[in-house]
């Protein structure tokens, strides 16, 4: 359910000479989930794992947020396409669809 774990901006622009460094950032926002050990994995099309995010940001008391680069965990920028990306609570999932376009 969006209302509760989305991406923007999507799709994410990257290397985009126009766009500043904030704006070729994915950040994940969700509400009205309450955990201290959650976390974000994103996968690719082929449900291969590219990146991990345990770094998440508290907005407000039933608001939090992540920020991901468009880079995987080798640090190498990911490729044009789809992404699955799964929010994990510990006892739930939540999953949401991001689009990354390279201008290169």
């Not at 622009?13 to 201290?36: G, L, M, N, T």
């Not at 947020?65 to 799964?86: P, S």
């Not at 999932?93 to 201008?103: A, D, F, G, R």
Request: charged share 20%.
């Amino acid at each position: 359910d969006s209302n509760y774990f989305s991406a923007y901006p999507n799709p994410l622009y990257i290397d985009e000479p126009h766009y500043s460094a904030s704006k070729q950032q994915a950040r994940f926002y969700y509400k009205d989930i309450v955990s201290s050990s959650a976390y974000i994995d994103i996968f690719d099309f082929n449900m291969d794992k590219v990146k991990h995010l345990d770094q998440v940001y508290s907005i407000s008391d039933s608001e939090s947020e992540a920020i991901w680069n468009g880079r995987n965990d080798y640090g190498i920028q990911c490729a044009n396409g789809v992404y699955f990306c799964r929010l994990s609570t510990g006892s739930d999932y939540y999953w949401t669809k991001l689009v990354i376009v390279n201008s290169k």
